[in-house]
């Protein structure tokens, strides 16, 4: 008997230990399933599966945003369904297998801003019409959709509501305000409202939707008052992008994505991306190196990050082993295609900006000279001669202009050229013609012989 007793007072105890509280049962919101392809994991990552969903199931949502454990750019809801705890990936709302909504505070309102609204069954525009609310007509917000979307050049959500004479459905929140006192529907919010300076980075994850004043971005071109704006150029999914303004529209930022050092009019844009389909980032160099920078040098990221004034993506960071031979033991690095670092003794520098340079040996000494010179030398002849002299790059012929430049400046250029064509093609026909050159007290010096390597 006693024996039973105890095992009667674990069987109590454990059943309270699992049981849910009060306090956890008290929802926030429910999910609209749209088909039957939605699953309930029993934790927030794809393991084991709990439940599998039908259309006609109603699951209360007790949190947001709860991070994935093994992955933290997928989200959850925490659910609750059947005296049972559970997680949702949100990813099921973007692929429009289910709608999450909202409750609202209580007596939320909300006029009508069409001519007349469609109250529908389901949040979808295949919902079957309950009724129809006239423009200017109050009703009351019941739940508020989270995922946004795009109907008729508009950029929102689906709300449930009330109408005066008792009616529940779902509607369309493009076609609703908020604002009560609202006479004019159609006003241009991005001008009327304020927005005010940001620094910080956005990194878009979701397929972009932009504003140009209060209507979505859908042709190819735009007019802008600088002439026009190319969406194709707009940033992407996947992109970041420093921003310098945000503004609040109702509750929702908007971040102003914008880019006006164009080489001409036409490669600018300007367009309003919404909060909901971005990541704003204070620190990208900390958020980008977390992410990107496994397969990176952090002592040689940090000399970068520093240069670039504390504002590195590593995400599209590019650095190029640069073949530029001397006899120190230093290596090059070609930083974003631009920018040229070496390394002394496993530290990092910043040497200069890199502008397409040739690295060779032209007078056989073991060290190479840098040449930047044009392709072309008749018509564009503009470029440098550099030699490396304790770690710096000293100038030692530079090409002077095409209105300044004389006889024998063409005639090195030429012999320049002959020269890198020859070691590059090693063509025993140019090597008997070819004029080489050597280098003394820093200055280019013409030599008929090929000088004696060192």
């Known amino acids: 008997m006693k024996y039973f007793l105890l095992l009667f007072l674990i069987f109590i105890l454990n059943c309270k230990k699992n049981s849910i509280s009060e306090s956890e049962k008290i929802p926030i919101g429910e999910i609209f399933f749209y088909n039957e392809e939605v699953q309930m994991f029993e934790k927030p990552e794809t393991s084991n599966v709990l439940k599998k969903f039908h259309k006609t199931d109603s699951v209360k949502i007790l949190e947001t945003k709860i991070i994935d454990t093994k992955n933290p750019d997928f989200f959850y809801y925490k659910v ?29 309102k909300a006029k009508i801003k069409a001519s007349s609204l469609r109250i529908r069954e389901s949040p979808d525009l295949k919902g079957k019409v309950i009724t129809s609310v006239p423009k200017g007509e ?10 946004h979307e795009r109907i008729d050049l508009k950029y929102d959500t689906w709300m449930k509501i009330k109408t005066k004479d008792g009616k529940i459905g779902f509607s369309y929140t493009g076609f609703l305000s908020k604002n009560l006192e609202e006479e004019n529907s159609e006003k241009n919010y991005f001008e009327h409202y304020s927005n005010y300076e940001i620094k910080g980075f956005i990194e878009i994850v979701d397929e972009p939707i932009y504003f140009s004043e209060n209507e979505i971005l859908v042709s190819p071109e735009d007019e802008s008052p600088c002439g026009k704006i190319n969406l194709k150029i707009f940033p992407k999914k996947g992109d970041i992008h420093k921003i310098k303004a945000v503004t609040r ?54 000399v970068i990050n520093s240069f670039f004034k504390n504002e590195l993506n590593v995400k599209t960071l590019k650095i190029e082993n640069f073949n530029f031979k001397v006899k120190e033991n230093y290596s090059f690095y070609i930083v974003n295609h631009n920018y040229l670092f070496y390394k002394k003794n496993e530290n990092y520098y910043f040497l200069k900006e890199y502008n397409g340079w040739t690295a060779i040996d032209i007078d056989q000494d073991g060290n190479d000279e840098l040449l ?20 710096e790059l000293k100038k030692i012929y530079e090409l002077p202009s095409w209105s300044e430049l004389e006889i024998k400046d063409k005639i090195i250029i030429e012999k320049i050229y002959t020269y890198i064509l020859n070691e590059q093609t ?29």
Do not use: H
């Not at 001669?385 to 770690?391: C, G, K, P």
């Open 249 to 302: 529209i109702e509750n929702e930022k908007f971040y102003l994505v914008e880019n006006e050092n164009g080489e001409t009019c036409y490669d600018g844009y300007k367009g309003w991306i919404s909060e909901k389909q971005v990541t704003f980032l204070e620190d990208i160099f900390k958020y980008t190196y977390e992410k990107y920078g496994s397969n990176f040098d952090k002592k040689f990221l940090d």
């Open 426 to 454: 090693k063509n025993s026909e140019l090597e008997t013609n070819t004029n080489y050159f050597e280098i003394k007290n820093f200055e280019l010096v013409p030599t008929k012989r090929r000088p004696k390597k060192n």
């Open 80 to 108: 609750y369904f059947e005296n049972q705890f559970g997680y949702i990936p949100t990813s099921f709302e973007i692929k429009k297998n289910m709608f999450a909504f909202l409750y609202a505070a209580p007596n939320t």
């Open 138 to 147: 109050i009703v009351e917000i019941l739940w508020e959709e989270l995922l």
């Open 372 to 391: 930047n010179l044009s392709s072309v030398p008749r018509c564009a002849p503009i470029g440098t001669i550099n030699i490396w002299n304790r770690r």
